[in-house]
């Protein structure tokens, strides 16, 4: 079994088809099928089936293509480290993370990169859930994740600081004028804005687990797909959301209150494999920029 065996079956799978895959790879058809079924004779059965509409995994092509995946994608990443330990120019750096982490606090830390590493392009992966992005790690996809600190990972964790959730609401709300923070329990009979991409804790949505604490279950008035539209949705009038002061920097009218006591969430940057090199750069830039800038815009809000 080769690794250039598990790259050709990644293609085809990829490409749903022999033909794109062969062109993808820069092969003829006949060898690319050459290689596909030398490896089924080596695992035992067939991994792929031909259907009406392109080509599908058998179940045992389910269960090996998570490892030939991950198998193609760390020789891909072990490419790339040697590349950056020598100061290759031309390297890359993939990094994977949440969409609203992309959108947020991200930016200024690949401006900085673009202004100390102009030879490393960055990839950038976004995923809607915590769930989404730690599979994509274990399957190899990205070098580096940021995100909350995942459960029992095996490989290295870089805390890079905490974010602060905030109340956010409409400027006419009595809220949006008051000076000290609110606690919890004054919003038992109020009406929230959720999104369905909220996080579990033991088990419960998150506003769930925290209001129950509180003495009380939340009110949903709307959820919502996305935490951006919950956001403007609740800068119009429709209900309070729970949410990261950077997904309401850009929205017009926008009011931000604290909640006491604070609400905040630990951010991350995680491997499989040792930080190293221009990884361990970016981490680095990471905890420099990404969340002591949230952080002292945060002052800025409540001072302000």
Known sequence: MSLRQMEYLVAVVGEESFTRAAEALNVTQSALSHQIKALEREVGGPLLERRSRGIGLTPMGRAFLPHAELAVRSAEQARRAA???AGAAGGELHIATLHALAVGVLPPVFARWRREY??????????????????HMERGVADIAVGPRPEDWPGPVVPLGHEEIMLITSADDPLAVRAEPVRLTELADRVWVRCALEPVVQGQ????????????????GVWTAHSSTAVRMAV??????AAPLHLARDVTDAAVVRVDPPWRREQTAWSRVELTGIAAAFVRLSQELAFPATAQALTSSATG
């Open 118 to 135: 102009p030879a490393v392009l960055l990839h950038l992966h976004e995923y809607a859930t915590t769930e989404e992005l730690r599979d």
């Open 205 to 220: 949505r998150w506003l769930d687990w925290v209001c129950e604490r509180s003495g009380f279950a939340p009110r949903t």
């Open 236 to 241: 119009a009038g429709v209900g309070l959301v």
């Open 83 to 85: 590349k950056a330990a």
